[in-house]
């Protein structure tokens, strides 16, 4: 139906910058929120970014805000976290997330999910 490929990710020195991408295969994108989120090792999935189907609407969590951006393409099927002033606790891998007309915060309730692209920032 859909499919979600995320990329983009790699080894970034504390305070360096970098942005990941999710491409999406369907039809149907332009009608899809978007959302990031996060998991490291031994740790839950959290939510870091979310953005609305029209990308009027945007969302972040606390301890992204003010250093990541969400943003989205619909001609090109994609959207993008841009990642400024990155830490070692942003340091997991990051998955890319998509259902009709949602956009928020709780991860069951996305339908489609990249793969997941690691993100690793040292100190």
């Known amino acids: 139906q859909v499919q979600l490929v995320d990329a983009g990710g790699g080894l970034v020195q504390a305070g360096g910058s970098l942005r990941v991408s999710c491409a999406a295969f369907?039809?149907?994108?332009?009608?899809?929120?978007m959302g990031w989120f996060r998991q490291a090792p031994g740790k839950e999935r959290e939510f870091v970014a979310s953005?609305?189907?029209?990308?009027?609407?945007?969302a972040y969590a606390d301890s992204v805000k003010g250093r990541f951006t969400i943003s989205r393409d619909n001609a090109k099927n994609t959207v993008y976290l841009q990642m400024n002033s990155l830490k070692p606790e942003d340091t997991a891998v990051y998955y890319c997330?998509?259902?009709?007309?949602?956009?928020?915060?709780?991860?069951?309730?996305?339908?489609?999910w990249g793969q997941g692209t690691q993100v690793t920032v040292s100190s």
């Open positions: 953005i609305s189907a029209s990308g009027g609407s945007t």
């Open positions: 369907g039809r149907t994108f332009s009608n899809y929120g």
């Open positions: 997330a998509g259902s009709p007309y949602y956009s928020g915060t709780y991860s069951k309730s996305y339908d489609y």
